[in-house]
């Protein structure tokens, strides 16, 4: 796997929904979570990685007993409150932001034998939630963000010139 970095168009694309619940989907979540593992992260989208699913990989523990892989994710609910914390993304290396998310959300999913499930989270797990979402929507943090500020991170970013995956 290779993630890819911005400017790649690819990652302003949305998610395709996953119909097929198999062994090959079981085997792409498993590989996401070692290339997440390897990059030091918390949370990994298929689209990062040029997969076109809507599927992300979460492990704010890096704990193996706290992997949550979710398939065809959306917020059912979001609030009441919002929170301002720096986030980074393994898409933008070398840059981080203040960014704007609510401190509490309820997810429904499905797991990788395609039963519904539903996850409420807070703080940190809301964020990642949020972040990784984004992800399949075709959002990156840095769009959350006002142009001037964006302009200026980007600016200083060394991911900047960079047009292809590393």
Known sequence: MKILTYPNPSLKRKSTSIKVFNKELAKIAKEMFQFMYKLNGVGLAATQVGLPYSIAVIN?????ADEIV???????????GTINEEEGCLSVPGISARVK????????????????????ARDLLARILQHEIDHLNGVLFID???EDERKILLNKSPAKTKNESI
Not at 60 to 64: A, E, L
Not at 101 to 120: D, M, P, S
Request: aromatic share 8%; net charge positive.
């Open 60 to 64: 704010p523990t890096r704990q193996p």
């Open 70 to 80: 979710l398939i065809n994710p959306r917020f059912t609910k979001t609030g009441p």
């Open 101 to 120: 998310r609510f401190t509490a959300v309820t997810c429904e999913y499905h797991n990788l034998k395609g039963e519904k499930a539903v996850l409420e």
């Open 144 to 146: 959350r963000l006002g």
